[in-house]
């Protein structure tokens, strides 16, 4: 939010090279010298657009940023929802994230704050300066200002969520900008400029995939849906309205998928989940971009504390694992809980790829890399080039079902999304006919909790229903009073909403006070 500098050319443009491919240049020899570039020549040629938006997409991987000693930013998702736990207890702001004592002091609130805000300048800059870069192929243009308008929907729409009435920011700032100190917008206008983004993202002209790892229209329309559905409850309570909205958007993915399967599927293993290989494809509507070469994956803090299970040997991590009882609150035989088969783990290879052995305990396979970290009698690249998932179809699956089920009951069409996902889990579904709206509700919003589990998704379901998951009953309960049994401290009205930064709030008064109850 303070001033918003373009980065350096040279490392900006690298950024593209890795991420998307090279740009071509034909006429290279008379362009300016990238050293003689300012933020006023920038924004002249397209591939200056090409670099510009690359450099968004960059940024979203401040979520795998380090957030102290063996803890990263995207915990602060996964630490709240009481799914997981630590075995190392040696960051003192996670441990306040698992203890529900966080405050506007905890560094990975702060660090989301910067994060998402940096997003949204670095949209904002290309928002305003693409459309006039001149010659331009107008399809190319409209493509990266869709993609722009995308990653800026997509960082509001976190920010919102967790913090309510945000800064509204949709210019490039400087320190003389009218509003370089701008006060927090109401949720009903963030959440007005994050569906007309989507919508002119949708009708940008984007390829419905892109396995490159660009946004694509699978993407925009699931994100869409995701909007509505959340603006159907949560704060907004918009209802039945949102519900019909959030159902149809999903269901244009799903008819789209349903005639191009080979294109838009679910994966037909777990495995495929977390395999290098299937990167940006089928299952995967959008990811955010790994590479060694620029920044490898950053989800080892799921990796078991001091117990070898990768080619480093006993390594100092398990700053999130699962707690016993979420592991144990799903169905009997269901896949996603079978050892190196589903999204669990209980047994490993020595060293990545050596003698069997038991952990003693489950941790989360679903982002661990088998190519990189070695499996059995394979040694390992040593290269985590896993993607990390932001949106999956079986999410989109899921949204239709629950969003059709509040339209009017459960439908065949919705129940038919709800059961693939608990076919490829192999596990039996009861007849349609046995579903009342109630249970049928209280089934897929199950299927998120196992399903969506450690995919920074699961906190946000439970601010938008205001219910959480008890794994010791297996059913739902109100958010307020209901036990996180990760450090048995009971969640209370505050906990909807973060409190924002501190220093935020001291070097803008315009904030206004703190979220209630920090």
């Known amino acids: 939010m303070k001033k918003q500098l373009i980065s350096k050319i040279y490392k900006i443009a690298l950024i593209g090279v890795i991420v998307f491919g090279q740009s071509a240049c034909s006429d290279f020899l008379t362009e300016k010298a990238p050293s003689n570039l300012t933020p006023e020549s920038f924004y002249t040629i397209p591939d200056h657009a090409e670099a510009a938006i690359a450099s968004v997409y960059a940024d979203l991987r401040f979520i795998g940023n380090g957030a102290g000693i063996f803890s990263t930013n995207w915990?602060?998702?996964?630490?709240?929802?009481?799914?997981?736990?630590?075995?190392?207890?040696?960051?003192?702001?996670l441990n306040n994230l698992y203890?529900?004592?966080?405050d506007g002091y905890t560094i990975?609130?702060?660090?989301?704050?910067g994060g998402l805000y940096k997003v949204i300048a670095q949209a904002n800059q290309v928002l305003d300066k693409v459309p006039a870069i001149t010659p331009m192929d107008a399809k190319q243009k409209s493509k990266i200002l869709g993609e722009a308008r995308f990653l800026r929907a997509s960082a509001y729409f976190t920010a919102v969520r967790l913090w309510g009435d945000v800064p509204l920011i949709t210019k490039p700032q400087s320190a003389s900008s009218a509003d370089f100190l701008p006060a927090r917008a109401p949720v009903e206008s963030v959440y007005k400029l994050i569906?007309?983004?989507l919508i002119a993202a949708e009708a940008s002209g984007l390829d419905w995939m892109d396995t490159r790892g660009r946004v694509g229209t699978a993407a925009v329309k699931a994100q869409l849906a995701e909007v509505y559905l959340t603006m159907a409850g949560g704060s907004l309570k918009k209802g039945a309205s949102h519900y019909k909205l959030a159902a149809d958007k999903a269901f244009e993915v799903i008819t789209y998928?349903?005639?191009?399967?080979?294109?838009i599927n679910l994966f037909s293993t777990y495995y495929d989940v977390h395999r290098e290989s299937t990167k940006n494809r089928l299952e995967h509507?959008?990811?955010?971009q790994y590479n060694t070469s620029v920044a490898g994956n950053p989800m080892g803090n799921f990796f078991p504390n001091f117990k070898p299970v990768t080619f480093n040997g006993p390594g100092g991590t398990g700053s999130s694992v699962p707690t016993p009882f979420f592991y144990q609150s799903y169905e009997d035989g269901d896949l996603r809980t079978k050892d190196q088969e589903g999204?669990?783990?209980t047994s490993y290879f020595t060293n990545g790829n050596g003698a069997p052995f038991s952990l003693g305990a489950p941790y989360v396979f679903k982002?661990?890399?088998?190519t990189a970290n070695g499996s059995s009698g394979v040694a390992g690249t040593r290269n985590d080039n896993l993607n990390v998932p932001q949106i999956r179809y079986a999410q989109v699956l899921l949204t239709y079902a629950e969003a059709q089920n509040e339209v009017g009951g459960p439908t065949q069409a919705a129940y038919d999304a709800f059961k693939r996902i608990r076919d490829r889990a192999k596990l039996n579904t009861p007849a349609l006919g046995t579903y009342s709206q109630a249970t049928f509700r209280n089934a897929v919003w199950k299927e998120r909790w196992h399903e969506l589990c450690y995919e920074q998704i699961t906190w946000f379901d439970m601010v938008r229903l205001r219910k959480a998951f008890n794994e010791k009953t297996k059913s739902f309960e109100e958010f307020v009073g209901h036990t996180n049994l990760s450090s048995n401290q009971k969640l209370q009205e505050k906990h909807l909403l973060l409190p924002l930064p501190t220093a935020e709030l001291l070097n803008n008064p315009k904030l206004g006070k703190q979220n209630p109850g920090y």
């Open 75 to 93: 915990q602060l998702l996964e630490a709240l929802t009481g799914t997981s736990t630590t075995e190392t207890a040696q960051n003192s702001d």
């Open 99 to 102: 203890g529900l004592v966080h």
């Open 108 to 113: 990975h609130l702060v660090n989301y704050w």
């Open 195 to 197: 569906v007309d983004d």
């Open 257 to 263: 998928a349903n005639s191009n399967p080979t294109s």
């Open 285 to 288: 509507l959008f990811m955010i």
């Open 343 to 345: 999204y669990f783990y």
């Open 367 to 370: 982002h661990f890399n088998q």
